[in-house]
């Protein structure tokens, strides 16, 4: 890489200009669960994309200072529940909020296990039973990708999203339908 772009990329970047800037990305919110019986905890994330199909693996981005890393890292499995939007609650709960820490978070809400042992949130959208394959460590995070074990669904559809520093509902009914309107504009005048 030229030395001038590489100085460039470093030097000129606020955190907050980059803060700022991500608080316009849409993110779905799920929670990654790890460990098993009472020696369990998780938290609330943004960063879970899918990675490939076939075959089935996907990415989270986690923080190492998190209680969620050193049990992650030493088990090798993980769970992630993609939030339904009547699970706001679950959402906060998982970043500690109130001080709430391990298996506290997982109070109020139903869990199963299914291959690996990780907890998996009853009436999640979905809840991903996840083997770790590989970690790229890296600044303050970890790459994670995770090898899909299992699936579980629960037929609800209303999603939960973080959109500047908000939690919103994107419902499919409704949603769909204003979508359906933007877009047949947008389409008819692209002919
Ligand atoms: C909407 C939202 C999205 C988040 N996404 C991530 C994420 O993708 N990765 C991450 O490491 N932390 C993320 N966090 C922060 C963690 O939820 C929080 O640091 C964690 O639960 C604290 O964990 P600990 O108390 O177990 O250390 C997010 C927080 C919120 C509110």
Redesign the pocket.
């Known amino acids: 890489m030229n030395s001038a772009v590489r100085h460039l990329t470093l030097a000129d970047i606020a955190p907050d200009e980059f803060r700022g800037a991500m608080r316009h990305l849409t993110?779905g919110?799920s929670v990654?669960t790890v460990g098993q019986g009472k020696d369990i905890?998780?938290?609330?994330?943004?960063?879970?994309s899918s990675l490939s199909v076939d075959p089935p693996t996907l990415i989270?981005?986690?923080?190492?200072?998190?209680?969620?890393?050193p049990i992650l890292r030493r088990l090798g499995f993980f769970g992630v529940n993609i939030l339904a939007a009547n699970q706001l609650d679950v959402?906060?709960r998982?970043?500690?909020k109130g001080g709430?820490?391990?298996a506290d978070?997982f109070t109020g809400a139903q869990w199963t296990t299914r291959i690996s042992g990780v907890p998996l949130l009853a009436g999640a959208l979905a809840a991903i039973d996840c083997q770790v394959e590989d970690i790229v460590e890296r600044h303050?995070?970890a790459i994670v990708i995770g090898r899909v074990l299992d699936i579980q669904t629960s037929g609800h559809t209303a999603a939960l999203a973080?959109w500047q520093g908000r939690?919103v509902a994107v419902d499919q009914d409704e949603d769909a339908a204003k979508l359906a309107e933007v877009s047949l504009p947008l389409a008819s005048a692209r002919g």
């Open positions: 993110g919110v990654i905890t998780g938290m609330t994330v943004t960063s879970v989270v981005s986690i923080n190492r200072e998190s209680s969620s890393w959402a906060e998982f970043t500690g709430l820490k391990g978070r303050s995070h973080y939690y």
